[in-house]
């Protein structure tokens, strides 16, 4: 039986069809898929580890000036003694998200303030992420109250 030579087959090998027999040629397709998706998915991953990155550095600065406030509003307490404070929690906490940390401590007679910012790491190129954090709050004070009544 010979087989008829047509446009769709010049080498006059015999037809199969069924499920497994694709009607176009769709080779390279994935990889044409591949170079338009992967970029894609790099970047999200980059993104989100970057977006992690930053929070882990807010919380950083949130904590150092947590600690540094509650040295600087004590009854006693100094300028000098939250700043003290702020550069020890930022020597035990790691300065590896967090980088450039400038901390500014003010105390007041009746207010204390600490300001902490900085830069977070970048694992984005060319993107550099500010983080800014405040505390404040009343200076602790003795105010001798009023005798007791007998």
């Not at 039986?1 to 015999?14: E, G």
């Not at 499920?19 to 894609?40: H, M, Q």
């Not at 004590?74 to 929690?89: F, P």
Request: aromatic share 4%.
């Amino acid at each position: 039986m010979a087989l008829a030579t047509n446009r769709r087959n010049p080498q006059n090998r015999p037809r199969r069809f069924g499920v497994c027999s694709p009607r176009r040629d769709d080779r390279g397709e994935v990889t044409v898929e591949l170079v338009n998706i992967v970029p894609v998915l790099f970047t999200v991953i980059l993104l989100l580890a970057q977006a992690t990155l930053w929070w882990h550095a807010v919380h950083i600065a949130q904590a150092t000036a947590a600690h540094a406030l509650s040295a600087a509003r004590v009854e006693n307490g100094t300028a000098a003694s939250g700043h003290q404070q702020a550069q020890q929690v930022l020597g035990q906490l790691g300065r590896g998200p967090l980088r450039g940390a400038r901390v500014n401590v003010t105390r007041g007679a009746d207010r204390a303030e600490v300001r902490i910012t900085g830069t977070v790491t970048s694992v984005v190129p060319f993107l550099h992420m500010p983080v800014q954090t405040q505390a404040a709050g009343p200076t602790e004070q003795f105010r001798p109250g009023t005798p007791a009544a007998p």
